[in-house]
Nanobody, 125 residues
Framework: QVQLVESGGGLVQAGGSLRLSCAAS????????MAWFRQTPGKEREFVAA????????YSTDSVKGRFTISRDNAKNTVSLEMNSLKPEDMAVYYC??????????????????WGQGTQVTVSS
């Protein structure tokens, strides 16, 4: 069992930066593929980025490439999302997710086993 708690969301102007963090409980955190998704009202949850359990490989959706960076610290049981050059279209609730599968980077929300409660990111234009 893994419990995930996100933090770091807030209000930022377009072009600004935010760093989201996800704290995980559970001794098996280091064996999970970790990911960030986001969701806006009336839309499906969207894959943003993922990172393998070693941290050696990352995946991201095209719209955030070059702007967002996912990282993890297995010693601290945390995964982070550094978001730069934020745009109004990045505004959403951001969720941390954990996948027990050996396949990492899946974009389908149903592939993930554990979810955090979400943190709101608001980008003003």
């Amino acid at each position: 069992q893994v419990q995930l708690v996100e933090s770091g969301g807030g209000l930022v102007q377009a072009g600004g930066s935010l760093r989201l963090s996800c704290a995980a409980s559970g001794r098996t955190f280091s064996s999970y593929c970790m990911a960030w998704f986001r969701q806006t009202p009336g839309k499906e949850r969207e894959f943003v980025a993922a990172i393998t359990w070693t941290g050696s490989t990352t995946y991201s959706t095209d719209s955030v490439k070059g702007r967002f960076t996912i990282s993890r610290d297995n010693a601290k049981n945390t995964v982070s999302l550094e978001m730069n050059s934020l745009k109004p279209e990045d505004m959403a609730v951001y969720y941390c997710a954990a996948d027990r599968s050996i396949v990492c980077g899946r974009a389908t929300p149903t592939a993930y086993d554990y979810w955090g409660q979400g943190t709101q990111v608001t980008v003003s234009s």
